[in-house]
C-alpha cells in the first residue's frame, strides 16, 4: 500500500483545513487507517484512527470534538477535517495504514505506532496565532 498525504498549507488559528491520504492498492477497505503527527522537537503522536470499515473513529483528547476522520473505500481515500485550529495543532501530519486482521482489536492499540505497518511521506500543517 502507497500512502499519499495533501491539503496541509498555513491557516490562521480558528481555521479549518481537510487532509487527504489516497491509497493506492485495490485492498484499501482491509486496512485500519489512522493519522499521526509530529511537531518540531516532539515525538509522533497519535491524532485519530477509523476502523475499515468506518463504523469505530477514535481521537487523541487534545483534538476530539475538532477533528472528524472518515473513509471512502470506494475512492480509496481518507480524509481528517480540522475545525478550531490552534497553534499546538502546527505539525506534520502523517497518514497510516495497518492490516484490519492484523494485531488485534483496534480499541486496543489504535494510538501505536507499531500497528500501522504503511506511511505516508506526510503533509506540513502550520497555525498561526
Known amino acids: 500500500v502507497q500512502l499519499q498525504a495533501s491539503g496541509g498549507g498555513l491557516v490562521q488559528a480558528g481555521g479549518f483545513l481537510r487532509l487527504s491520504c489516497a491509497a493506492s492498492?485495490?485492498?484499501?477497505?482491509?486496512?485500519?487507517m489512522a493519522w499521526f503527527r509530529q511537531a518540531p522537537g516532539k515525538e509522533r503522536e497519535f491524532v485519530t484512527a477509523?476502523?475499515?470499515?468506518?463504523?469505530?473513529?477514535y481521537y487523541a483528547d487534545s483534538v476530539k470534538g475538532r477533528f472528524t476522520i472518515s473513509r471512502d473505500n470506494a475512492k480509496n481515500t481518507v480524509y481528517l477535517q480540522m475545525n478550531s485550529l490552534k497553534p499546538e495543532d502546527t505539525a506534520v501530519y502523517y497518514c497510516?495504514?495497518?492490516?484490519?486482521?492484523?494485531?488485534?482489536?483496534?480499541?486496543?492499540?489504535?494510538?501505536?505506532?507499531?500497528?500501522?505497518?504503511?506511511w505516508g511521506q506526510g503533509t506540513k500543517v502550520t497555525v498561526s496565532s
Open positions: 477509523i476502523s475499515w470499515s468506518g463504523g469505530s473513529t
Open positions: 497510516c495504514a495497518g492490516a484490519a486482521s492484523f494485531g488485534g482489536s483496534l480499541s486496543t492499540n489504535y494510538y501505536d505506532t507499531r500497528r500501522y505497518h504503511y
Open positions: 492498492g485495490r485492498t484499501f477497505s482491509t486496512y485500519v
